[in-house]
């Protein structure tokens, strides 16, 4: 690493204690982010409800220019949610299901993206569910002969949680858009490990959050809508943030704030408003591109020395066609992890796998030295 590399590593004080590889569930606080909380802090020592005129307001707002940014969107087609759940719930109730009962979602998705539609059924929502031939990736040709003319949207992940499989959003898009269908994409695993542009992507919704590659903590999460998509859009999980008016206080009409922020919720988190715009600001500093640059190579490192080992791994071989999420499988992966972490690995596991996550701040003598601790893992797994 050279000198700036060092000193955004020293931005973590775990990397002097811990092997950390769990940036893909949450990127561990940074100095920055300490330093920012504790002003959030003082200001509401000092200030009382005065810090929201004063302060936290600006801050919110702030955010979304700063949201707005990372995504190529422009600010009033970003909404902050307290989190993807939230979001997708949000869109999910816009859809006119009576006209097209269809939501297809993918058999890899995280549970959110197709329990936020199944809970609509008795709105006439029926999901149908593409599945992957592999459990790594799912053919663009299967989502293709899933969308008809019944299909009101697709919802599915930019990037799976449990294989790092990276999809062609573009593409996707493009066969939603042909049958007239929305494109609802969940980007959790993806915004911050690899540049995207919601405007050239064609995507109608997005949301994600700032607790893994954004390096924001939990708290704050984010919904993009598409200007002309967003204008139409009348969700009837609506907040007293999500008018145009919210401090006229009016019980009696509902007038539904401009763009995306008709998406908004109630009172926010502000210590994770905070948190989420000094992950933001080292994003910014270092550069995505940089970044991506970064994961590929030590996720490489991982994947090629656990191929070495004989492993058997469920995420693409090829790091262009992942982020930084690397899957082992495993019978007992809690039990893994729970070695991996007395021996100062910080991971996470998943339904039959170990999931090890690197970021910008990790080193390839890390890699090797978390291999080295996971190929007697993989002997014991064997002669079990």
């Not at 007395?342 to 998943?350: E, F, K, S, W, Y």
Request: proline content about 5%; overall charge negative; charged content about 25%.
């Amino acid at each position: 690493m050279d000198e700036r590399e060092r000193a955004w590593r020293s931005e973590f004080p775990i990397t002097d204690r811990f092997n950390y590889l769990n940036n893909c569930s949450l990127t561990p606080l940074h100095r920055r982010g300490r330093k920012a909380i504790e002003r959030f802090a003082s200001e509401w020592a000092e200030q009382g409800g005065r810090a929201w005129y004063d302060h936290w307001i600006g801050e919110y707002e702030a955010l979304r220019e700063d949201l707005a940014g990372v995504l190529g969107a422009s600010v009033n087609e970003i909404a902050i949610e307290p989190n993807v759940s939230a979001g997708l719930v949000g869109i999910a109730s816009t859809f006119d299901y009576a006209r097209r009962p269809k939501v297809v979602v993918s058999d890899l998705d995280f549970p959110t993206d197709g329990h936020a539609f199944l809970a609509v059924a008795d709105r006439g929502a029926r999901v149908e569910f593409v599945r992957s031939p592999d459990r790594v990736r799912v053919p663009l040709e299967l989502f293709e002969r899933a969308v008809d003319d019944r299909t009101a949207a697709v919802c599915t992940g930019h990037v799976y949680f449990t294989t790092g499989w990276i999809q062609d959003i573009r593409a996707l898009a493009q066969i939603c858009h042909r049958r007239g269908a929305v494109l609802v994409v969940d980007a959790y695993q993806s915004i911050g490990a690899i540049p995207f542009d919601v405007a050239s992507s064609g995507v109608d919704y997005l949301v994600g959050g700032t607790l893994k590659w954004l390096m924001g903590g939990p708290g704050i999460a984010f919904l993009y809508a598409r200007g002309s998509v967003a204008e139409r859009a009348r969700p009837s999980a609506v907040g007293w943030w999500g008018v145009k008016e919210p401090f006229a206080f009016d019980v009696e009409h509902l007038d539904y704030g401009t763009g995306a922020r008709r998406f908004e919720y109630g009172t926010p988190a502000v210590a994770a408003i905070y948190a989420a715009r000094a992950g933001l600001e080292l994003v910014a500093e270092i550069g995505i591109e940089k970044v991506r640059e970064r994961h590929k190579l030590l996720s490489q490192r991982l994947v090629d020395g656990a191929l070495d080992q004989g492993w058997t791994i469920r995420c693409p071989r090829d790091a262009e066609e992942r982020t930084p999420i690397v899957t082992l499988e495993h019978p007992d992966p809690a039990g893994a992890v729970t070695a991996l972490r007395a021996a100062g690995v910080i991971c996470d596991n998943r339904p039959g796998l170990i999931r090890l996550s690197p970021h910008y701040f990790n080193t390839l003598e890390e890699m090797d030295r978390a291999l080295a601790l996971l190929e007697p893992l993989r002997v014991a797994h064997a002669v079990a």
